[in-house]
């Protein structure tokens, strides 16, 4: 590396000594040869030097300006072979602006953003290996293009933007070109519309050259003249130039109204339209009624100096015979406008307003007061009819309903709080109809009961309170324990000032204390917990406001609750491939008013595809099978039915209908998806298996208990109910077949009969024996808050859960279809009772169903004979107890 920076600082030294000897005698010999090249500053531009050699022979190329012995630009091509060419650029000089382009044809030097000191003579050397020295000059002449034009008005001020003016007519246009700078001496000239009309200028101080325009007289057709100034000093680059476009101010010539209607309607929207001819600018074309201006307009503008102005105007009744005057004027040219008038016929509908008799204060109209409006009418022609409005019905002429319409007056005698609301009046004319604003008219009254319907029923299916309550009582329902809060709406008006709640079980009336209600407003509710029987009846609220009291309260029928049975008797009297008809027995309603519903439940994936309701009874026509049933086929699926009861507390066990199914699973046909199909059919056949095996011993077992506590004394419970139960399945087989009760977390079952004798049972033991501490906890206490069913008896009930294992109740999903349900929990109980041994106890099981108790179950060693678990009742007091307390029906 060393060694070649030392050859070439050799090489340099020899080059500087050959252009001392040689420069003076070459500069002669080429002089001759000068080309002159001009650029424009700012710009880029080449300088050829021709090679015409092979590269290979090429040794250097160097450059050099004026008579400088030293080069400003070299490429050195002396190792060519095993390396590019190496360029070199005097930094002082050119630097990073200048690049020699050796590969092209031919070679040139290209200098970038030519600059003024570059302007000179250039010589270009090409040595070569073998044959003669070449060399290339250049006089490069840089040219300083000049600035840009600047216009001034006469007075010398500088012409912002692209328009002159504006001018009126006859005035004279005088501008002066002013342009500085420039090498050489540019020529500044005048064009109007590209046509030179002044190229006479002169040169004002230093380098500034002027050229002044006078254009005397412009005219109509001189409006939006191009006025150009234009300057250059070269034709290498486009000449400089500043235009401006004349404005004028021209007056309107001519102003009408096009086509203007004889008659306007009032209230009728109308666009009338007014032309001005002439203008420039546009004319402002301005509408005025009689003095007032008229502000809906929209302006066009046409062609030819054509100004359009529509008004969109709806005339009123007071435009008759006024006139609307139409004006074009030039905002920028005083005193030049032109208008027209025109004079305005207005027909009009009925104009109508509605006032509350003057005698009358209208806050001050209380229930059996007389009320009167009055409508009136001014109308062009008159009016013919006349209609009163309340709350936007038409009112009709009632003597009866003492609603009395005499001429332009409205009168309502000894009005209601049903009057109250928005009055008003409409008159009718040849021209139309027209409805006056609407006048609201108060009626104070005393408080009345908002709710009319059941609260949490259906409306329709004619669930009512039993025990003589009254009709229009919204029926409550509520388990023993359970905290409901009970509103009572009121309407009122003014508001309500006070609440006061009462009791009534028909044994007693009691007014509730103010601490268990609060009130807002119109409302108030009630926090009640029913405890025991007498805690269930009827509770009524009234209010009391400014006007008085409520006349009738409102009343809630308090009734035990709990969720629907299940339906049964389920079966298809009328069915064809394009509709079927679904009839069943409905359950016992859990106290509530109940809605019967019917799902399609698809077999492949469990879920609901269709379901149907109805609020009056459990009966379905399901119409269009056909379609129904080819889609599912499509679909390789099939639906099966499920109905269900649902009430206030929730829904009933959903009861499978088997022999009913739309559509059909086809079963795959090649020989391994049979060899699959049997393998997914196994787990479904085993479990049908243990479900037969299991129902098998379940029956067994069942009727073992019953022989059993068919002979000991202790068991009259079981052996009284087994025979009711036995005779209404009996009776239930024959009327229903092919039907199943699916597994639900709702389900209540023959339950309901066994919580209603174990109630009286219990009843019994804690009025009679007092058997234990606790009976005495179970009497009505009003502070407390009860529990939603707590039916824990003293005697020991057998109470046989539907399914026994969890397993089973999983194969019976799968069998019905995917339905399935949380299993009832078995909870252990230990209860004080003395008659009971405390094994006994130990092993009672509570049947609970979200948290409520409805059955106990003993073990299996209570209630055998020889287990001394048992307890000793009176028979006759039981059968005297049972036919003094009478089972309620609706619970049966």
Known sequence: MKTDGFVSVLWWKLVLIINLIDGKSMHEKDKHDVFSVEGVEGRNIELQCPITVPLSQVYMVLWFKDNAGIPLYSVDVRDKISRQPAHWSAPEVFGSRAKFNIDKSPASLLIKNLK?????????????????????????????LPEQPVVLDRWGRHINGTKLGPKEEGDDVVITCRVSGGRPQPEVRWLINGVIVDDQYEQNSGDVIENRLLWPTIQRSDLNAIFT?????????????????????????????????????ADKRYEIVCQSMGSRPNAIITWYKGKRQMRRTKDEILDHNTTTSTLSFAPTTEDDGKTLTCRAENPNVNGLFLETDWKMNVVYPPMVTIQLGPTLVVDDIKEGDDVYFECHVRANPDWKKLHWFHNDILLQYNGSARIIQSGQSLVLQKVTKQSAGYYACSAINAEGETVSDQQYLRVKHVPVCATEKLVGSVPGNGSEPSGGANRNAILIGASRNENV????????????????????????????DAHRYTSQGNI?????????????????????????????????????????????????????????????TPGYDGGLPQVFVLELISKRTGTRRFNFSNKNEPF??????????????????????VVYAINQKGRSTPLLIQDFEIGRIQPYRAVTERQTDSVEWLPIAVGILLTVIILALSISTKTYLNRCFASDAGGWCCRGLSSKRGDTSDKSEQQQTKNVLLPDEYECGAHCLKLKNVQMLRRHSSRKKNCSKDSNDDEPEPDVIPAQFNMVSCTPLIATPQHSDAAAREKDAQRYGGFGSNPATYQMANTDHPNIAPTAQQDTLEYRTHGSIVGILPSSKAGLPGSGGGSELDINVIKDRLLTTRVPESCV
Not at 486 to 505: L, V
Not at 572 to 582: K, S
Request: hydrophobic share 35%.
């Open 116 to 144: 003024r000191h570059d302007q000179g003579m250039y010589r270009c050397r090409i040595d070569f290996r073998t044959i003669q020295t070449q060399t290339y000059r250049y006089n490069l002449s840089v040219i300083v």
């Open 229 to 265: 100034c234009q300057t250059m000093n070269t034709k290498l680059v486009e000449p400089k130039e500043t235009s401006y476009v004349l404005d004028m101010h021209l007056k309107p010539l001519t102003i009408k109204v096009i086509n203007p209607p004889n008659t306007l309607v």
């Open 485 to 512: 809060e009970i509103p009572c709406h009121i309407f009122a008006d003014p508001p309500a000032r006070s609440f006061h709640w009462r009791f009534n079980n028909s044994a007693e009336i009691l007014q509730v």
């Open 524 to 584: 108030s509710i009630l926090n009640y917990a029913p405890v025991t029987d007498q805690d269930y009846g009827t509770l009524t609220c009234w209010a009391v406001n400014e006007v008085g009291p409520q006349s009738q309260p409102c009343t809630f029928q308090l009734v035990l609750a709990d969720l629907p049975s299940p339906v049964s008797n389920c079966s298809l009297p009328n069915r064809t491939q394009q509709f079927a008809e679904i009839q069943c």
């Open 620 to 641: 379905f026509i399901l119409e269009r099978l056909e379609k129904l049933s080819a889609l599912m086929t499509l679909e390789n699926n099939s639906l099966s039915c």
